[in-house]
Nanobody, 116 residues
Framework: QVQLVESGGGLVQPGGSLRLSCAASGSIFGFYVMGWYRQAPGKQRELVATITTGGSKTYADSVKGRFTISRDNAKNTVYLQMNSLKPEDTAVYYC??????????WGQGTQVTVSS
């Protein structure tokens, strides 16, 4: 089993920054991809960014140039640095881990609210 614990959400003004963290524990071994997804009220969950064990990254077009994903493999932790935040970034952000198989592990989610 794998457990994911997120932290770092909160309320921020437009143009501000936040850094999310997600620590994975449990049966962590081999190669796996970690990522961040978000779900706004009334909308489907969507991909924000992913990063592989080797450091390859993908980003949603809506966050390119503003968000940066990184990971510390020794700590099984993934980070999401969010800059130039916009009201449309408001959502619950979920950490995800996948061992390149059919099972996705999810964190409990952390609320990010961008508002003046």
């Amino acid at each position: 089993q794998v457990q994911l614990v997120e932290s770092g959400g909160g309320l921020v003004q437009p143009g501000g920054s936040l850094r999310l963290s997600c620590a994975a524990s449990g049966s962590i071994f081999g190669f796996y991809v970690m990522g961040w997804y978000r779900q706004a009220p009334g909308k489907q969950r969507e991909l924000v960014a992913t990063i592989t064990t080797g450091g390859s990254k993908t980003y949603a077009d809506s966050v390119k140039g503003r968000f940066t994903i990184s990971r510390d493999n020794a700590k099984n932790t993934v980070y999401l640095q969010m800059n130039s935040l916009k009201p449309e970034d408001t959502a619950v952000y979920y950490c995800n881990l996948n061992f390149y198989g059919p099972i996705n592990y999810w964190g409990q989610g952390t609320q990010v609210t961008v508002s003046s």
